[in-house]
């Protein structure tokens, strides 16, 4: 994938990689599940747009030009839309052909296929493994006026310095897909950007043992509920940990003895979420992160969950074969 992204870059300067080598890991990379992986590609220079979240399209954004910008000011001035739009749709279009082409440059060309019918840039590599490459825009210093509720008034965690971290760090602005956007054809809707959060929900999660508490989340999911229908993913796990830690803001119920209980505790309400067919975002709570998925999935899901939580509370050993 570096190496790819290596040639795309010297094709189209503005697609710079940013996926780096550091201490024997990536980083840029993230582990979707144990075949599938994301890069990130940050590009640059955003400043000639005002950024616009009025809450019409949940989990996204658009980015407009600024009021008496010229279309020339910016570096990505051809995916412009006539209403000022910075389209994430042509970007990634244009992106697509680029890798397309690296691809059929590249000393792996055997091993290494574009998946086709989707207009994400996504590789499949040696018929095993899915790497999608996302371009993006790194947002710091601001924050989205649909999360501005968060944190919640009454909720002691995760407290003033950690909250001001949290909101400096900023979040992203993907170009995918957007699953809420299904079947709408709107103009601005195909231009839209998809909010992410990594990196603060990462923060959050920093601490005692909640790191440790969503690996084994993560374990159970990809070993017992990786379903037909695909009802649950990593992030779900991950969405339910910052809810448990809102529920227990004491950094002594994250001791290392509580483990069971929070992971019990994030079972039972992901159980309950499963029933209800509703899993909340985290930051965006209108964004219905269960939506556009099939109902005899959730039902499936949240039957095995159930056998799983059931396990974990009745037997001392079960994380032993689990």
Known sequence: VSDVLKEVEVQEPRFISSLNEMDNRYEGLEVISPTEFEVVLYLNQMGVFNFVDDGSLPGCAV???????????????????????????????????????????????????????????????????????????????????SAAHWPLPHIPW????????????????????????????????SDAWVLQFAEAENRLQLGGCRKKCLSLLKTLRDRHLELPGQPLNNYHMKTLVSYECEKHPRESDWDESCLGDRLNGILLQLISCLQCRRCPHYFLPNLDLFQGKPHSALENAAK????????????PKSLEKL
């Open 158 to 189: 995760p407290g003033p310095n950690r909250v001001a971290e949290v909101k400096a760090e900023g979040f992203n602005l993907l170009s995918k897909e957007c699953h809420t956007l299904a079947g709408k054809q709107s103009s601005a809707e």
């Open 63 to 145: 980015l407009k030009l600024s009021d008496g910008r010229k279309r020339s000011m910016s570096l990505w001035v051809e995916f412009i839309t006539a209403s000022g739009y910075l389209s994430a749709r042509k970007i990634r279009s244009r992106f697509q052909t680029l890798v397309a082409q690296a691809v059929d440059k590249c000393s792996y060309r055997d091993v290494v296929k574009m998946v086709a019918d989707t207009s994400e840039v996504k590789l499949r590599i040696r018929d095993r493994y899915v790497v999608q490459i996302t371009p993006a825009f790194k947002c710091t210093g601001i924050w989205p006026r």
């Open 304 to 315: 095995q969950t159930w056998r799983l939580a059931r396990e974990i509370l009745t037997n």
